[in-house]
């Protein structure tokens, strides 16, 4: 359907390699779109670039986001290569510790990636955002938080929670200046889907958050696949900061 159709945009993916950020890509290039996927690792991403070929064209960039110049770098670096007309930010981290113990090191490498990197990543994407979308069909953002950051977890992942909580605001508020400028801002909220990140936790909690969702499981790659091709797609041209939960109602019924 034209209406979730891709093709002809240039998509970039930060932390793009596995995880949410794979399923993401997978979707974005499944829909039409060339992906550009980023991670420090240029392993993980010629690993990527593989998979992702087999449905269309993708291409890597190494970029260590955790640090403010990577931002501008790989801004460039996709102007270089024609542009980019979707952006997701969606490379993260976590730390988990208990109060008495939880270092400083915990917050500064969560916030740096999760919080400081999308507001960073974005402001130096908005020019060529800005030129690439329309009145009718705006350039997209999307931001990955969490329902972490929409309840308070049995963890004690405190820097987690209180990134995608600033990851959820920061999105609103982007999206309220950048909607002028044809550029529309929106958030996904995963609940537990399979990805390295989640491993640990999945083992101990995998069947509780399974029966804590009114529909029986965990997320799987589609799920997450068709929220992003949604969202960046012509058939959500008119929807801006919204922070969508993709759950299977783990959050939305609690």
Excluded: C
Excluded at 44 to 52: I, Q
Excluded at 189 to 205: D, E, I, N, Q
């Amino acid at each position: 359907m034209d209406m979730f159709n891709l093709t002809g945009k240039t998509a970039v993916v930060t932390g793009g390699t596995r995880g949410i950020g794979l399923m993401i890509s997978r979707g974005l290039v499944q829909a039409g779109a060339r992906v550009i996927v980023t991670a420090r690792k240029a392993d993980a991403g010629a690993e990527a670039v593989a998979e992702l070929s087999e449905f269309g064209e993708a291409l890597f960039v190494a970029a260590d986001l955790s640090l403010e110049e990577a931002s501008t770098d790989l801004a460039a670096a996709a102007e270089e290569l024609g542009g980019a007309h979707i952006l997701v930010n969606n490379a993260g981290a976590a730390w988990g510790a208990p109060l008495a113990e939880f270092p400083a090191a915990g917050w500064d490498k969560v916030l740096d990636l999760n919080l400081k990197a999308p507001f960073f990543t974005s402001r130096a994407f908005v020019p060529q955002l800005e030129r690439s979308g329309t009145a009718d069909n705006p350039a997209r953002i999307i931001n990955v938080g969490s329902i972490d950051g929409m309840r308070v977890p049995d963890f004690n992942n405190y820097s987690y929670t209180a990134s995608k909580a600033g990851v959820h605001m920061l999105t609103r508020v982007l999206a309220k200046e950048l909607g002028p400028r044809n550029i529309t801002v929106n958030a996904i909220a995963p609940g537990p889907f399979p990805s390295k990140m989640m491993a640990a936790t999945l083992a101990v909690k995998g069947e509780e958050f399974v029966a804590s969702s009114p529909l029986g499981r965990i997320g799987k790659s589609e799920d997450m696949e068709a929220a992003a091709v949604y969202l960046t797609s012509p058939g959500a041209s008119w929807v801006t900061g919204v922070i969508l939960p993709v759950d299977g109602g783990i959050w939305t019924t609690l």
